[in-house]
Antibody, heavy 126, light 111 residues
């Protein structure tokens, strides 16, 4: 059974750096093909993918936010950490971490997020 | 402005069939990347509803079905129920962005 849980501050000030931790169970990020991603959702708005880290430490970032994001993993603790610099009120959102699933057939693979944490609301305000 | 385009809302009476469209481009759906669908009930995290265009995870009723053709995809809900009131999001991979993209979401209302 795969579970994920986000943790971190609920309130950050503008220009500060946000650090969020995703603690998971039911899989290992040292296993081939595993990945954990971060997705956010501003209040009343759509989902936005931010970043993803793979078992081999390959990292992918949203092009629009890449300069502000970093992602790391600690396989011994089953954790993934996302940091976002220079926070702004427009970054107020619920931040989710999720397990990246895949379904391969006919020499292609579908990539999706099959297990999600409950999310953590981060408010950016002075 | 989301990379994948969905109608903001659709509605239907209990028992009816509704469809939600998802329109992409040549760098995502049109490039052959599959579409996946999520359902989000108010105040909760999204839940995977359809993966790989038309596959249902264990536990998802067969009232939900997906399809994809070219740069478009759709989610169909048959036998609409009150519990289906939620926001629905399509998602795919985009080669020009080298990342995952979501639609703007569609709110389903059961009349």
């Amino acid at each position: 059974q795969i579970t994920l849980e986000e943790s971190g501050p609920t309130l950050v000030k503008p220009t500060q750096t946000l650090t969020l931790t995703c603690t998971f169970s039911g899989f290992s990020l040292s296993t081939t093909a595993m990945g954990v991603g971060w997705i956010r959702q501003p209040p009343g708005k759509a989902l936005e993918w931010l970043a993803l880290i793979y078992w081999d430490d390959d990292k992918r970032f949203s092009p629009t936010l890449e300069s502000r994001l970093s992602i790391t993993k600690d396989t011994s603790k089953n954790q993934v950490v996302l940091t976002m610099t220079n926070m702004d009120p427009v970054d107020t959102a619920t931040y989710y971490c999720a397990h990246r699933g895949q379904y391969c057939y006919d020499a292609t693979c579908s990539l999706f997020f099959d297990y999600w944490g409950q999310g953590t609301l981060v408010t950016v305000s002075s | 402005q989301s990379v994948l385009t969905q109608p903001p809302s659709v509605s239907g009476a209990p028992g009816q069939r509704v469809t939600i469209s998802c329109t992409g481009s040549s760098s995502n759906l049109g490039a052959g990347y599959d579409v996946n669908w999520y359902r989000q009930l108010p105040g909760t995290a999204p839940k995977l509803l359809i993966y790989g265009n038309n596959n249902r995870p264990s536990g998802v009723p067969d009232r939900f079905s997906g399809s994809k053709s070219g740069t478009s995809a759709s989610l169909a809900i048959t036998g609409l129920q009150a519990e289906d009131e939620a926001d629905y999001y399509c998602q795919s991979y985009d080669s020009s962005l080298s990342g995952w993209v979501f639609g703007g979401g569609t709110k389903v209302t059961v009349l």
